[in-house]
């Protein structure tokens, strides 16, 4: 298979034509409303790209490479991140929907989530260190024995995190959170 690195180009729609019988590596590369909707990224590598109104979903990403990309107002539904390939894997989001994707036994550097939704997105045995999810949606988000130490969740919606199966020693909460996430153990909070 042929391989063509690219480097330092922007892409606005209909401007990114890709060659299956080729695998790309993309640096410092802009990419502007493109679709990649139900594409084969496997073995693509992208490092220090960023993705802006972009729509990825259901896209394969078997051995893909995230390497300091970031993915600014995306639809990302039901991305396999868990097949990407794990060497570098550096990414943030924010303004994107995430919904019904996987993070599986990931190692995720501390990684931000902004303004995201997360519905129904599974983080089992994902390693989320130091990582913040500020005012996302968590509605039926998994996490399930993920490392969430020092992580935080700062106003977000739907938090479900047990506390006995997952390790949450210096996850931060902020207050507009608290209360929704004391509410599944049936705990409230009275103001005086």
């Given at each position: 298979m042929l391989?063509?690195?690219?480097k330092?180009?922007?892409?606005?729609?209909?401007?990114?034509?890709?060659?299956?019988?080729?695998?790309?590596?993309?640096?410092?590369?802009?990419?502007?409303?493109?679709?990649?909707?139900?594409?084969?990224?496997?073995?693509?590598?992208?490092?220090d790209c960023v993705f802006t109104s972009c729509d990825l979903s259901n896209s394969n990403l078997l051995d893909t490479n995230f390497a300091e990309v970031n993915f600014i107002d995306c639809k990302l539904l039901g991305l396999n991140f868990d097949a990407c390939n794990p060497l570098l894997l550096q990414m943030s989001f924010e303004s994107s929907n995430l919904s019904y994707s996987v993070f599986q036994n990931l190692k995720l550097k501390p990684?931000?989530?902004?303004?995201?939704?997360?519905?129904?997105?599974?983080?089992?045995?994902?390693?989320?260190?130091?990582?913040?999810?500020?005012?996302?949606?968590?509605?039926?988000?998994?996490?399930?024995?993920?490392?969430?130490?020092?992580?935080?969740?700062?106003?977000?919606?739907?938090?479900?995190v047990d506390i006995c199966n997952n390790y949450v020693k210096g996850m931060a909460l902020?207050?507009?959170?608290?209360?929704?996430?004391?509410?599944?153990y049936g705990i409230s909070i009275i103001n005086e």
């Amino acid at each position: 298979m042929l391989f063509e690195h690219i480097k330092d180009q922007t892409y606005q729609p209909d401007e990114l034509f890709l060659d299956p019988a080729k695998l790309y590596h993309f640096e410092n590369c802009q990419f502007n409303a493109c679709s990649f909707a139900n594409t084969s990224l496997a073995s693509y590598q992208f490092t220090d790209c960023v993705f802006t109104s972009c729509d990825l979903s259901n896209s394969n990403l078997l051995d893909t490479n995230f390497a300091e990309v970031n993915f600014i107002d995306c639809k990302l539904l039901g991305l396999n991140f868990d097949a990407c390939n794990p060497l570098l894997l550096q990414m943030s989001f924010e303004s994107s929907n995430l919904s019904y994707s996987v993070f599986q036994n990931l190692k995720l550097k501390p990684t931000l989530f902004k303004h995201c939704n997360l519905t129904e997105v599974d983080f089992t045995q994902t390693q989320l260190s130091e990582s913040r999810f500020i005012d996302c949606q968590l509605f039926n988000t998994v996490f399930q024995n993920a490392l969430l130490e020092s992580t935080q969740l700062i106003d977000c919606l739907g938090i479900n995190v047990d506390i006995c199966n997952n390790y949450v020693k210096g996850m931060a909460l902020s207050l507009n959170s608290v209360e929704e996430f004391l509410s599944q153990y049936g705990i409230s909070i009275i103001n005086e």
